[in-house]
Structures are given as structure tokens and as C-alpha cells.
């Protein structure tokens, strides 16, 4: 198992900048990929980013590519979403979720039902 917990959320102006983190904790030894989605109410969840266990391999939703940078510190077993510019639409609550693979450092996915482990989110609200 592998618990996932996010924090760092809030409310922020437009054009701000916040850092939301995921720490993960369980399956010492394994390698996992990571990624951060996000649910607007009404909305279905939609992928925001993603970065593999080696942190070299990254893939980002249009809508936030420039803006956003994902990162990961596996010596903290952490992975952050820096987010800047934020806009309105970007308020959502913000989930990580980990995907185990051990087989390879650089695989990542943008695919939901590729990631077994998800955390309880964080909420972020921009006003503008």
C-alpha cells in the first residue's frame, strides 16, 4: 500500500503562485510514477501532470504547460506542482496519485486507470 497525502492549497489571486505538495509514504523500495489531476465542481477530473520515478520524464495538460512544473524529491518521498499565473479556472480540488513500476524510472502516464493509489486532495481557489 501507499498512502498519499497532499497539502499546500488555499485561496490565492489571479496571476499568483502556489506550491501544493504529495508526500507518499508505504512500499519502501518501490519505484513509482506520479502525477497530480484536478476536479472542478461539475467537472470531471482531469489530468494536470505527471513525472516518472527518475524525474526525467514529464508530460503536462495544455492547459497548464508554462505555468505549471512538476518535481519530485524521492529522498522525501515527495513530488510538488508549482503553479504559477493561476488563473479562475484553475480552482479545483488537487489529487497526486502513484503508479508502481517497478520496472522502469522513466515511465509515466497520463491515463487514470493507470494509477492505483490516490491521495484525498487539496482544495485551491483563485479569485480573480
Known amino acids: 500500500q501507499v498512502q498519499l497525502v497532499e497539502s499546500g492549497g488555499g485561496l490565492v489571486q489571479a496571476g499568483d503562485s502556489l506550491r501544493l505538495s504529495c508526500a507518499a509514504s508505504g512500499r519502501a523500495g518501490s519505484r513509482y510514477a506520479m502525477a497530480w489531476w484536478r476536479q472542478a465542481p461539475g467537472n470531471e477530473r482531469e489530468f494536470v501532470a505527471a513525472?516518472?520515478?527518475?524525474?526525467?520524464?514529464?508530460d503536462y495538460a495544455d492547459s497548464v504547460k508554462g505555468r505549471f512544473t512538476i518535481s519530485r524529491n524521492n529522498a522525501k518521498n515527495t513530488v510538488y506542482l508549482q503553479m504559477g499565473s493561476l488563473k479562475p479556472e484553475d480552482t479545483a480540488i488537487y489529487y497526486c496519485?502513484?503508479?508502481?513500476?517497478?520496472?522502469?524510472?522513466?515511465?509515466?502516464?497520463?491515463?487514470?486507470?493507470?494509477?492505483?493509489?490516490w491521495g484525498q486532495g487539496t482544495q485551491v481557489t483563485v479569485s480573480s
Open positions: 496519485s502513484a503508479a508502481i513500476r517497478d520496472y522502469s524510472m522513466d515511465y509515466t502516464t497520463s491515463l487514470d486507470f493507470d494509477y492505483t493509489y
Open positions: 513525472i516518472s520515478w527518475s524525474g526525467g520524464s514529464t
